[in-house]
């Protein structure tokens, strides 16, 4: 694979993955399925410490949801993007 498609928007490499994940943080909040489901990401969780490790503060609350076929998950992870004043 080359450089390109390693680091474009759709690959599956950390740095694109981060990216991903950025985007959709800067519209609105995110939950651990709907990463893996939307943005093919397998380890939000990973993803996010990385970009709180790159300065970005994003917080997290525990939800419970029901995937797609009908499971209910208890502690769910909902990350929201927050801003600190400047």
């Given at each position: 694979m080359n450089d390109s498609t390693q680091n474009s928007?759709?690959?599956?490499?950390?740095?694109?993955?981060r990216a991903r994940l950025l985007t959709?943080?800067?519209?609105g909040?995110?939950?651990t399925i709907t990463a893996r489901r939307e943005l093919?990401?397998?380890?939000?969780?990973?993803?996010?410490?990385?970009l709180k490790?790159?300065?970005h503060s994003?917080?997290?609350?525990?939800?419970?949801?029901t995937d797609e076929?009908?499971?209910t998950h208890h502690?769910?992870?909902?990350?929201?993007l927050t801003h600190t004043e400047e």
């Open positions: 928007s759709l690959g599956t490499s950390t740095h694109a993955q959709w943080l800067e519209a909040p995110i939950d093919n990401i397998l380890a939000p969780a990973a993803r996010v410490k990385e490790e790159r300065g994003i917080q997290a609350q525990r939800i419970s949801m076929q009908g499971r502690g769910i992870a909902l990350y929201h």
